[in-house]
């Protein structure tokens, strides 16, 4: 099974502190997607894209929703979405490559200026599949999934919107004992 991560990236400051947390996750490919300049590799398992974000859409979203549209709907591909602020804990990939759900749901912690919802987590579990209680780098859909799924581009809680829907729609892992640190690394 193979883990793609999309980022959608411009946060450079933060390469140095992503690129080893994700090795140390697990990640098969990270696709980051800028649209300010483009992003540079020699590693073959990253993957940069760059885009021109429209004005009036949420460069997240519109990151995500493009990098969707370019990669492979395949089966044996699980995405994920991490923004370039946040981190999975050491072995979090490497723990979901038994699952075989069309939607993978983990904790979160939450770090930074955000509210402190659910003590400062939130957990994965069926009941959180809403906006403002399940975020973005929480979920990981199937490839031959995804491509039916696209996220809003123009408001901020597109990604509990999205996930409400999956939870409601497909098949969902939850795996409340392995978390996600949402707004760890620095702004």
């Not at 519109?62 to 990669?71: E, Q």
């Not at 809680?157 to 409601?168: N, P, Q, T, V």
């Not at 949402?182 to 702004?187: E, R, V």
Request: glycine residues 8%.
């Amino acid at each position: 099974m193979e883990f793609r991560i999309i980022t959608p990236f411009s946060r450079w400051h933060n390469v140095p502190a992503l690129i080893p947390m994700l090795q140390a996750a697990g990640c098969n490919r990270w696709v980051p997607v800028t649209h300010d300049r483009p992003f540079v590799s020699n590693m073959d398992w990253v993957q940069p894209m760059s885009v021109v974000v429209p004005e009036g859409h949420d460069p997240c979203y519109f990151k995500i929703n493009f990098a969707l549209d370019h990669l492979p709907p395949d089966r044996a591909v699980y995405y994920g979405f991490l923004c370039d602020d946040d981190t999975y804990d050491a072995g979090l990939i490497n723990s979901l490559r038994s699952s075989t759900a069309e939607v993978l749901v983990v904790s979160a912690r939450r770090y930074g200026n955000s509210p402190d919802i659910g003590g400062g987590v939130l957990v994965a579990a069926p009941e959180n599949m809403r906006p403002c209680h399940v975020g973005l780098e929480q979920v990981f859909i199937r490839g031959d999934v995804v491509g039916n799924y696209h996220f809003a581009v123009d408001h901020g809680i597109a990604d509990g919107e999205l996930f409400e829907r999956l939870g409601r729609e497909r098949e969902c892992a939850y795996h409340p004992t392995l978390f996600v640190n949402w707004n760890l690394l620095p702004k």
